[in-house]
């Protein structure tokens, strides 16, 4: 099967593209040039072609000519555009993985990559689809998420949380590479826990929530926001560290969910505190790369 990922979050399209090629599939992901803050694509560069922002829109379609089916990944935008070429002819897949569908209520965007500042302007914007004839056909205007949800026939979220935001989604848990994230025994761990400030989290509000539930950990809290670390170095980072603490605030809210990089953080071998206040030991079956691709295959084949 020829399989074209369209655009990515957090490395999940690239981890997909991977594994389902070493299954035995073409696969690849299309991805603007100038994103990669943290060189997640220059880490998978074998299974990426980065393209000019300008031209994205014409070469995905272009692509798209000759896959089999088209995966795309956060761009309802982009979905409309594939599904009004290609809706008789190819399978089409939308795929939500957080922000793309909570949005985001913060003002300070100046930290964020490109590709997420990308989805979080068009989460925060009117957007409207209109009747011209460069795009599908509309007897009304609905914003292009509700319309892309509205139309496509396979729409998946990479956390259980977005279940209940999505009309009739899958849930897809998000895989992990562990050909990259694994333990190194030779190295010393701290005994300091770690914490991750992300651009979307409230790293102050996890912490308040750790004292006053007396979790007695020496928490050092790493912000990629300002040091950000590449993606290639995270499993070096990761092991130095003996338990990884997973309690994010977004737009205020706590999210019962374990992150990808919790996930990560156990397939190095350490523990993680989740929102539960629990320690977990040992990587959920369900976000193994080789399971994640073959639940994902099944799908495609609906």
Not at 57 to 76: N, P, Q
Not at 91 to 109: A, C, M, N, Q, S
Request: aromatic share 8%.
């Amino acid at each position: 099967m020829r399989i074209l990922h369209i655009w990515d979050q957090a490395g999940v399209a690239c981890t997909l593209a991977k594994y389902q090629t070493l299954l035995g599939h073409e696969s690849k992901v299309l991805i603007v040039g100038a994103i990669d803050k943290y060189g997640i694509y220059e880490f998978y560069r074998k299974y990426c072609t980065k393209i000019d922002r300008l031209d994205f829109v014409k070469t995905c379609l272009s692509e798209a000519e000759c896959a089999d089916l088209i995966h795309v990944h956060s761009r309802s935008d982009i979905f409309l555009e594939v599904y009004r070429k290609f809706r008789t002819s190819k399978k089409i897949v939308l795929h939500y993985h957080g922000t793309d569908v909570r949005g985001f209520k913060g003002d300070d965007l100046k930290g964020m990559d490109l590709g997420r500042k990308i989805i979080v302007r068009s989460r925060r914007a009117i957007t409207r689809v209109r009747n011209r004839s460069r795009l599908l056909k509309l007897g009304f205007f609905e914003s292009a998420n509700t319309e892309a949800q509205r139309i496509s026939r396979i729409t998946l979220v990479s956390t259980p949380d977005l279940l209940g935001l999505v009309d009739s989604a899958i849930h897809l848990p998000a895989p992990i590479d562990t050909d990259h994230f694994k333990q190194y025994p030779s190295f010393n761990k701290q005994k300091k826990a770690l914490m991750i400030n992300t651009e979307v989290t409230n790293t102050e509000l996890a912490l308040k929530y750790c004292n006053s539930n007396n979790i007695n950990l020496d928490i050092e809290v790493y912000d990629r926001t300002k040091k950000p670390i590449m993606f290639k170095e995270m499993p070096q980072l990761l092991n130095k560290y003996e338990v990884y603490v997973d309690i994010r605030y977004v737009n205020n809210i706590i999210l019962e969910n374990l992150s990808k990089t919790a996930i990560e953080s156990l397939a190095c071998g350490l523990k993680v505190l989740d929102y539960g206040l629990n320690l977990r030991r040992s990587v959920p079956q369900e976000h193994l790369p080789v399971n994640v691709t073959t639940l994902l295959l099944k799908l495609y084949s609906r």
